[in-house]
């Protein structure tokens, strides 16, 4: 049976996000390949976790591969559960990040990060969120949000609430209130 809970549903759209989207990659010469997304890492909590767990994954040797590209959703967040027409409504906030370089300039972490990697990853979110059934759409497809591209993470470091830095540089795509309005749970759809 299908979760009816943001953090699930979530979980759910971030694996289906990797399947069909493809990321071009550009080597020490410059040439440029398509590759198949990798497997996304999800994690959700407030920045502190996403930063914790973040490095707990770079003391493995396996976790350095793992750890990008991610989505993170950050909590906590308020639902609404007060509506015979929905089962939840929230808006929540979410990163969609990548390792990057700090030696990289804004037009290199344009092509190298931001249209190669991040705008694929974040386009395919969205249409995973859309055929996911447990979210309603409103009627012209669309599901509100806010969205921002940050620049200076990869520079000048992503911090958390209480200033800790990450350890390594990302480049990011924030999306704030993102309105997910969760369906009443269906039989048809468990």
């Known amino acids: 049976m299908r979760s009816y809970q943001i953090i699930e549903i979530l979980a759910d759209v971030v694996k289906a996000t ?7 990659l550009i080597d020490g010469s410059g040439e440029k390949y398509v ?8 994690t959700f909590g407030n920045s502190q976790y996403v930063k ?14 793992i750890k990008f590209p991610l989505i993170a959703l950050f909590c906590p967040f308020k639902e ?4 015979a027409e929905y089962y939840s409504r929230a808006n929540v906030n979410i990163l969609i990040a990548c390792s990057t370089s700090k030696d990289y300039s804004n037009e290199q972490r344009l092509v190298y990060s931001f249209q190669n990697i991040l705008r694929p990853i974040y386009e395919r979110f969205l249409l995973a969120l859309k055929d996911d059934g447990r979210i309603d759409v409103a009627y012209n497809g669309i599901i509100g949000h806010d969205y921002s ?3 200076s993470y990869g520079r000048y470091g992503a911090h958390t609430g209480t ?6 540089p990302i480049d990011a ?4 209130n993102l309105v997910l309005t969760v369906k009443k749970p269906n039989c048809r759809l468990q």
Do not use: F
Not at 173 to 176: D, H, K, Q, V
């Open 173 to 176: 795509i924030n999306i704030s």
């Open 80 to 83: 609404a559960r007060d509506s």
């Open 163 to 168: 200033g800790d830095a990450l350890s390594e």
């Open 149 to 151: 591209e940050n620049y």
């Open 35 to 42: 590759i198949d997304c990798p497997k996304i890492n999800y």
């Open 18 to 24: 990797a399947s069909g989207c493809s990321l071009t």
């Open 52 to 65: 914790d767990r973040l490095d707990e994954l770079s003391l493995m040797p396996e976790g350095n591969q």
